[in-house]
């Protein structure tokens, strides 16, 4: 009785190992996304501005900090660069029509 008990529990404390270690994986493996007005973004996302200025439209996120909660997308053109912070949903202009911000 007592060696049953012994199998049973290494087969539970084996399955919970293994259900931990493929939890922690795929935590690990997950694509980095954010959040802004309700939406997760993640990279390779398209994301638009409201004003809607021309070649400004769809935009790609090329990255994510999620330490000052913000990420940056560029247009396919590279003559749009902006850095969006998702805390006010707004963006600041990098690169506008191929002319870079010295303000940013």
Same mark, same amino acid.
């Given at each position: 009785?007592?060696?049953?008990?012994?199998?049973?529990?290494?087969?539970?404390?084996?399955? *919970?190992? /293994?259900?931990?270690?493929?939890?922690?994986? %795929?935590? $690990? &493996?997950?694509?980095?996304s954010i959040e802004m007005d309700g939406q997760t973004w993640q990279v390779g996302d398209v994301v638009h501005?409201?004003?809607?200025?021309?070649?400004?439209?769809?935009? *790609?996120? /090329?990255?994510?900090?999620?330490?000052?909660? %913000?990420? $940056? &997308?560029?247009?396919?053109?590279?003559?749009?660069?902006?850095?969006?912070?998702?805390?006010?949903?707004?963006?600041?202009?990098?690169?506008?029509?191929?002319?870079?911000?010295?303000?940013?």
């Open positions: 009785m007592k060696k049953n008990k012994k199998i049973i529990l290494g087969v539970i404390i084996i399955v *919970v190992a /293994v259900v931990g270690v493929g939890v922690l994986i %795929s935590a $690990l &493996s997950a694509p980095d501005t409201e004003k809607g200025d021309e070649g400004s439209q769809g935009m *790609v996120i /090329v990255s994510i900090n999620n330490e000052d909660n %913000s990420f $940056l &997308s560029e247009s396919p053109d590279g003559k749009y660069k902006a850095k969006w912070d998702t805390t006010t949903g707004l963006c600041q202009w990098l690169v506008k029509n191929g002319e870079i911000n010295p303000y940013a």
